[in-house]
């Protein structure tokens, strides 16, 4: 019941995109969200999408992988997307389609259709990239690469590598949580606890035989670990360097001319067509 | 009729791949009633899989679980009452308690049983005497046992569903010899005085020698061997190979039969060495 969740999903590979830095990869990422929301036009919009796709051909994550991230977000897809084809309106929108029900006006316009279309694509797009950066770098990679490019805040006296240091533990105690969880829900229901039937406060009811062992434990196991810790000599304090290192390597830049180029493209694109929304 | 039996009973885990082999596969389990079984294996043998699926924690992918010839998978009825039927005590059970008192954790079975409110308090009474919990300590929140007590309470908590078969998951794991020892001498006893059917899973060879009727070894997710303890021990050098051993008293006698001596090869526990050290003595036998 709890196995279908995963977190900090890395999907092992060799790809052009898993060895890319994984500074250069957040970085990238997020100008690609940027980008996106640039998009007038569906040729630019286009071209954005093409570049997703062709990440994802590189990564050599699965499709299927790619498709069951979006899963989650697909309610809601659906959802904005009709609310926009039907509620679009505007001085000089064009009517396509027009039905009276009561005294509802349902109206379909040529506007409507293009920002539903233009928000589907982009959500997915933004989920098919940050799933990616997801799939192709490993948890740890990710919270070094984020402790690193959050560096200069420390400047400002923000504890960047204690936050670092405690998004890598959480990341670390996930699946351990995940199978104790299922462990002690196993142990109850064989004294008969019932956990799957039953109105949502029974079950909610029916929870706390899990959840109170289940936070003794995570409390037992914090102790242990802060001990292990302290007993290395762990203070929080002072610089700390990372066994795995970031370099900053040619193919690197070359994917930031890439993105570069993306940028300046669909700049001129906007330029030469005609903004549809 | 057994009171526990598996039919080529297989189980893949949902999350592993095709090309990962099943935890278990055909294993044809048959413990009769009143029987101690015990079941050993490597790590990762698949041993708590297959006690999982004795009181339908885990749906089988194959074969078929019987409880008292029932088939348990027959519909949800047959389903929870095998929750009841097998009591199931999972490895480290301490860990799972969480009322405020050692008395309501011990009464978490037998509420969810549906049972009124005497016969629950009956059967924690009675629980807690088999598992030798002294009374003062019902009121006691469960953390602030011992952690032999603490085991011995969670312990408890399953035998006071009162089930036909109690199947326990390496119940002496982690315990100092004493509480080890306490351990054994109660389930021992509780066999005795219930005559119920026990399954226990254990890694300690001189645990099972002393308390086993019967022994299952796993390996690699398939039932290797199944017999009595001189079946089972009689083959030391199969069991290495699957990464077991025999007890350390039957490993010294075959070395002192391999020297020569006229010893018996039937040696598990300590008790029959000893006696037969003691024969050896007044035969007046001596070392080649
Ligand atoms: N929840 C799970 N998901 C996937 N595979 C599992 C799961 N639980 C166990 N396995 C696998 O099934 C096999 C059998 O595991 P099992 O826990 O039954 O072994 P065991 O004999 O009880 O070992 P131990 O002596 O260490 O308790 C192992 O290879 C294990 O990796
Ligand atoms: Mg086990």
Redesign the pocket.
Known sequence: MIKGITIGQYFAGRSPLHRMDARMKIVLTLAYMVVIFLCKNFWALGCTALAAVLCAALSGVPAKMILRSMRPVLILVLFTGVLNVFYTNGPNTHIWFQYELWRVTLKITREGVFTAMFTTIRILCLIAVSSLLTYTTTPSMLTTAMERLLLPLAKLKVPVAVFAMMMTLALRFVPTLIEETERIMNAQKSRGANLETGSLLQRVRAFVPVLVPLFVSAFRRAAELASAMESRCYTGEGPRTSLKQLRLRPWDFGWLAGTVLLTAGIVALNHFFRAVI | MNAIETQSLTYQ?P??GKGTPA?IEGINLAAQPGQLLCII?H???????LVQHLNALLKPTGGAVFVDGKNIWQNKASIRQARFWVGLCF?YPEYQMFEETVEKDIAFGPKNMGLPGDEIRARVLRAAEYVGLPESCLPKSPFDLSGGEKRRAAIAGVMAMEPRALVLDEPTAGLDPAGKEQIQQLILRYRRETGRTVLLIS?NMEEVARLADQILV?HQGRAALCGTAAEVFGRAAQLREMGLSVPVVTDIFERLRAAGLPVSAEIFTEEQAAAELARLKREGVRLP
């Open positions: 885990y999350n592993t935890a294996g790590t990762g043998s698949g041993k708590s899989t490895q890694h796993m």
